[in-house]
C-alpha cells in the first residue's frame, strides 16, 4: 500500500497546482462562496451575487403563476442579493433570478434540469411526494441508441431504459413502456424533467412496480435529436397533419420494432404501454385508435386529445387491459379529458379518471408516471 | 391514408392551442425573435434583449485570455445588445454575456454544452478542423450503466460509447478506449465537452479508426453521478493519496472487468488503450505504473503527472504499442510534458510527443481525442 501511494503521489504532483479550464468549477481560494439556494427548517433563501444590478427578482415554479409571478430580492453586504420564503410543499422545482429584466440562472446550484432548450435550476424539496424522485440504491441503465426511419428518412436517436439487473439475467424478458413527451421537449424531457429512472428504480426496488423497459422517443419528426447534440432541425409544419401522422407511424411501425428485435421486450401487446402527457398524450390516443391491437395498457396524461365513440367502441373491442386518462383540474386541457372520460364512460370502456390538484405542469406528470406505472403489467 | 389524416386531425386538434410549460420554448405570436449568434460570411454577430441594462459585455472561450478578456457589446434598437466580430477559426467554442456584472448564457442558443457545474452556449465554427465534431451518418450507442464498487462503498456511473453495429453483430468482439477527465468534470465531460460520440462515428465510418468501445467513468471518488442527477457529492479530500488511490484502482481491478464482462470487449492488453486529460492524464499514467500488464496503449493528454526513469523501465519490459503524450505549447502542464518526454526518451521507449497550438482547453483535448485514436488497435 505504502508503494501505490508514493507512486501515485508522484504521478499527481502537479494537480494541486492546477489553474484550468475544468478547475474554473471550483473555488479554492476565493472569498467564502455565495450559498443558494439553501433550506433551513421551513423556509428556503435564494442569493445571488450581483455588483452592479439594479432590480433582482426570484420566478419559480411553485409560484401560483409560475410563467408570471416574480417576488423582489432584496441586495445585502457585498452585493449579495437575497430572498427567504415559506419553504413549498415536498416536489422538484425549477426557478431562475431575474437581473435588471434578463432570466439568469443560480449560478451555485449545481443541480439543473433539462427542459426542451432551456436549463433551469432544481430546487428539490424533500418529502413523501417526491421520494421516488431521488436516486435509489439500484439504478437502471439509460441509453441512447438511434433507429433508421425509412418513413422520415433519416436515424433518429431514442432514450431507453432498462431495469437494474438486466444485463445480469441475459435469458430474461421484458414488457415495454412507450413513454411520450410534450411540446416542446424531445427524447430527453421524461429522463430529466420527468425523473423516469429514479421513479422506476425506486417503484421497483420497492417491489411497487414490475421490472420494465422504458422507452422514451423524439416525438418531433423534424428533430434526429436533442439540441444538446447541435443538430439542425428539418423545417417542418408540425400542424400539417402528414407530419404528425409520420411520427406515430414511425412510433408504431419502426421504433417498436426496433425496440423488440435489439433489446430483450416481451413482444406481445398485453407487454406494451403507451403513455403520453400533452401532445404527447394526443400521439397516445391516436396510436390507440390508429393500431388498437398494440398496446393492451393506455395513459393520456393531460393530453391534447380528443377520440370519437366510434373509435373507442373499436379500442374497446380490441381489449384494452388498463385505460388511465389523467388531469389536473386547472389544467386548460381538463375540460377536453373529461369529455375523453365521458366518451370513454358511454362506450362502457372500463377505465381510470385520476384527476390530481395544478395544471399542465412536470410536477403533475412525475406523479402520474409514480402513479400508472404500479399498475402496468399486473 | 386519408382516413388516417382525419383521425390524426380529430385526437390532435387540441395541439394547435397549446399555452403550456413546454411550449415556453416557443414564441408564437410575439415580435420576431433575436438572433444569436449569427455567422454572416467570415463574422459572427451576438445579441441579447436586456431592457435594463447598463452595461453589457460578451465573454468567449477564443479570446486570447478566455477567462478574463470581454468585448463591449452596444445597446440598439428595442434594447438589443450586441456586437460583431470576426469569425474565430474552425473549432467549437463556449461564450457568455455578462450584464451588469452576471454571467447570463444566450437565450436565443439552444446548443448548449455542459462541463462540469456549467452550462455554456456554443459556437460551432464550421471547417476543416471540426469537421469530425458534428454528426456522422451513422451513429454509435451512448449509454450509462451503473458498476458496483466494492473498493468505494456503492454504485457509480459510466458513460460507454459502443460503435454503429455493435446491435446489429451480437457476434463482433470490440476493443476498449478508458477515456479519462480531468478534475472539474465528470463521466459526462467526453461526451459533452469532448464529443466523444461524434468524432468516433465520424472516424469510424470514415474508415480511420477502428469501431471501438469507449469508456468514461467518473474520476472523481466522491461523486456517484454527475451532478445532473441530484446525488449530494460524499465529501473526500481530493489530495488525499489514499482518496487518489481509490479511483485509479476502482478503474482498473473493477471497472476493466465490469467492462468485459458486460459488454462483448476484447479482454487482453492489446486491445485496451487508457487515455485522459490533466488530471486523467494523471490517472493514466498512474494507471500504467501501477498496472503495466493491462493497457497496451497509453495516452496522457496535458497531462498532471510524472513517472520516474525506473517505472518508465518497467512499463518499456512489459511491452507497450503505442506511447501517445500531448500538450499544448503554451499549457502550463507543457514543462511537465517535456520533462516525460525526456524520461522516455532516455529509457529508450518509443513514443509520440505531440505539440499543439495553445493551452488547456478543450479545443486540444477534441484535437488529440481525434489525433490519438487513429493510431489504436491497428
Known sequence: MKRIVTILSAALVLAGTLQAQELANFNFNGPAPVVSPEIQGDSVTFRLKADYATVVKLSGSWMPNPWGDTIDMARGADFVWSVKIPLPPAEIYTYNFIVDGVTVNDPQNIYVQRDGTRYLPMLIVPGERSENYVEATKHGTVSHPWYDSK???????LTVYTPYGY???????????YLLHGAGGDEEAWISMGRTAQILDNLIEKGLAEPMIV????????????????????????????????????????IVPFIEKNFRAIAKPSSRA???????????????????ELFDYI??????????????????????????????????????????DKTLTEQGLDHIFYVSDGGHVWSNWRLYLNTFAQKLFK
Not at 418513413?151 to 436517436?157: A, E, Q, T, V
Not at 403513455?275 to 394526443?282: E, V, Y
Not at 381489449?319 to 375540460?335: T, W
Open 151 to 157: 418513413l422520415l428518412g433519416y436515424s433518429r436517436r
Open 167 to 177: 444485463e445480469a439475467n441475459p435469458k430474461k424478458k421484458y414488457p415495454v413502456l
Open 215 to 254: 422507452v422514451m422517443p423524439n416525438g418531433n419528426p423534424g428533430q434526429r435529436a436533442a439540441c444538446t447534440l447541435g443538430l439542425p432541425e428539418i423545417p417542418m409544419d408540425r400542424r400539417d397533419p402528414a407530419v404528425r401522422d409520420s411520427y406515430v407511424k414511425s412510433l408504431c411501425e419502426e
Open 274 to 292: 403507451i403513455a403520453g402527457l400533452s401532445m404527447g398524450g394526443g400521439h397516445t390516443i391516436a396510436a390507440s385508435i390508429l393500431y388498437p
Open 299 to 340: 395513459c393520456p396524461l393531460s393530453a391534447a386529445g380528443q377520440a370519437t365513440p366510434e373509435q373507442i367502441a373499436a379500442l374497446k373491442k380490441a381489449g384494452v387491459k388498463l385505460y388511465f386518462l389523467a388531469c389536473g383540474d386547472a389544467d386548460f386541457l381538463f375540460e377536453g379529458s373529461k369529455a375523453l
